[in-house]
């Protein structure tokens, strides 16, 4: 099965084809440096940008994968949960080119085609699993117990970590988006040394991060009307490791208390070096098995929308053109 799969949730227009888990193609147009003078993205600049781009990436990805339109099966696209005005794009383009091609129009929720992004090149990987799923804009403990079926036992009571990295790394003076940057700078520094607090949530699984996010803040704000000088690649390195902290000792904590023996992370903070190399030490230390995305699939991207579609499919998650984009949505929906 030929699957079309669109995402345009945020600041990255892409469109992949694939064919089950395997990608024959999948065309990314970033907004990145558009949004970066304003030091995060612009939900109307975003709509605008993604109407423009859509066609042209479209036909790439068709042109890439070496097929025509005719050999396509369904249509998969991101409705939920995104920027509104972003997701309007995808979905009204993806309801057009279904019914043009007389195809099923598939809806794929965001989160849950993160998770996919790991089916591609992990190809013995399959459900039941515990994911940590970690992006700009949610920070979440899952069990994955089938490839339409989740289960959030965590999740953060305030900010993302994503959140927590790109305010922290801004107010650094660092490039946009913060989170990446912060990661490399911190990599320069071989030791932590600034005082900061460790967030406490009643959910045992659950997090927060809007503490450490205003304390780091302070910090930066206080030292300068002192007129005393940051080490950036220290404080960089110091918020990275209790990031890092917090989200791997929860993470393990509910696998052992769950039961599961595979973890699995998703979402564009997996990419994030410390966090990959420290869960794979521990994991290797505690028996566990560890899943990751290669970093060409943990930002957003087509491909991992395609994926996630053929199992939506299979599962009878089929649309017609009523179809509507949605701003938020539980991962659970029905
Ligand atoms: O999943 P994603 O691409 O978009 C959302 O769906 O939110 O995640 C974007 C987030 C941003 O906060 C970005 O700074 C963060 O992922 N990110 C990273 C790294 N690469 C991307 N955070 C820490 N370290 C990284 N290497």
Redesign the pocket.
């Known amino acids: 099965m030929i699957i079309l799969s669109i995402e345009s949730?945020?600041d990255?227009t892409s469109v992949a084809i694939v064919k089950e888990r395997e990608v024959l193609s999948n065309i990314v147009a970033t907004q990145i440096a558009e949004h970066r003078i304003y030091g995060g993205v612009v939900p109307e600049i975003a709509s605008r940008r993604h109407t423009e781009a859509i066609s042209a990436v479209c036909d790439e990805a068709i042109k890439t994968a070496g097929i025509t339109y005719e050999d396509i099966d369904a249509i998969a696209v991101t409705f939920a949960p995104?920027l509104i005005g972003a997701l309007l794009v995808g979905v009204n383009f993806a309801k057009g080119l279904a019914l043009s091609l007389g195809v099923p129009l598939i809806p794929v929720h965001?989160?849950r085609s993160?998770i996919a992004a790991n089916y591609i090149d992990h190809l013995d990987l399959k459900p039941p699993f515990l994911c940590l799923l970690?992006?700009?804009?949610?920070t979440v403990i899952a069990e994955v117990t089938d490839y339409t079926s989740f289960k959030i036992i965590g999740q953060t009571t305030d900010d993302?970590?994503?959140?927590c990295?790109?305010k922290t790394?801004r107010c650094m003076g660092l490039e946009y988006?913060?989170?990446?940057t912060?990661?490399?700078i911190a990599t320069k520094s071989d030791f932590v040394k600034y005082p900061l607090p460790t967030p406490k949530t009643v959910g045992e699984y659950d997090f927060s991060f809007s503490g450490l996010k205003t304390a780091v803040i302070n910090l930066v704000h206080n030292k300068s009307q002192k007129g005393e000088e940051i080490d950036v690649p220290v404080l960089s390195a110091t918020v990275?490791e209790r990031v890092c902290d917090i989200l791997i000792k929860k993470t393990l904590k509910a696998a052992e208390d769950l039961g599961y023996k595979k973890i699995v992370l998703a979402?564009?903070?997996s990419?994030?070096?410390e966090?990959r190399s420290r869960m794979e030490n521990e994991c290797k230390e505690n028996g566990l098995e560890l899943y990751f995305p290669p970093l060409k699939y943990?930002?957003?991207n087509a491909a991992m929308v395609g994926v996630q579609g053929y199992y939506e499919y299979l599962s009878g998650n089929i649309s017609d053109s009523s179809l509507n984009a949605l701003a938020t949505l539980d991962i659970n929906y029905r």
């Open positions: 949730s945020c990255e995104g965001h989160l993160h970690v992006s700009g804009g949610n993302a970590a994503g959140e990295f790109d790394a988006p913060g989170g990446v912060l990661d490399k990275r979402g564009g903070v990419a994030n070096s966090l943990c930002g957003d």
